[in-house]
């Protein structure tokens, strides 16, 4: 039985990522409430990433094996080791994939169904 008060979960990331697709089939399938945010077509919010930032999930935010991070020169990496955000925010495919939210707190980061039983 579908549970009305279920979680609105708030997914960031790109369409063509594999992880952000299995993470939304999974969703539909399952018929939880969620909405996707495109960081290629749509950014991100500074105060967002802010808060991301801030929460324990922050070590795990910035995707250190995506090609984005891999084309950066070594003083941007050293750079964004100490103050990500401007990076983030420059070039959002960094951030590690997919992002869950509640629409304000990160729930997790990266696809892993028994991570979200929780939530739906």
């Not at 952000?20 to 409430?33: D, Q, S």
């Not at 080791?81 to 070039?91: A, G, K, T």
């Amino acid at each position: 039985m579908l549970n009305e008060y279920r979680i609105h979960l708030h997914l960031y990331g790109i369409p063509n990522c594999d992880s952000c697709r299995a993470a939304l089939k999974w969703l539909t399938a399952r018929n939880v409430p969620h909405t996707f945010h495109d960081f290629r077509k749509e950014g991100v919010d500074a105060q967002e990433v802010e808060r991301w930032l801030a929460s324990a999930h922050a070590p795990y935010l910035v995707n250190h094996r995506s090609a984005t991070w891999r084309q950066l020169t070594d003083e941007q990496k050293e750079a964004a080791r100490s103050d990500p955000l401007p990076l983030l925010l420059e070039h959002p495919t960094l951030i590690k994939r997919p992002v869950f939210t509640d629409g304000e707190t990160i729930l997790d980061i990266g696809f892993s169904p028994d991570n979200l039983d929780d939530y739906i």
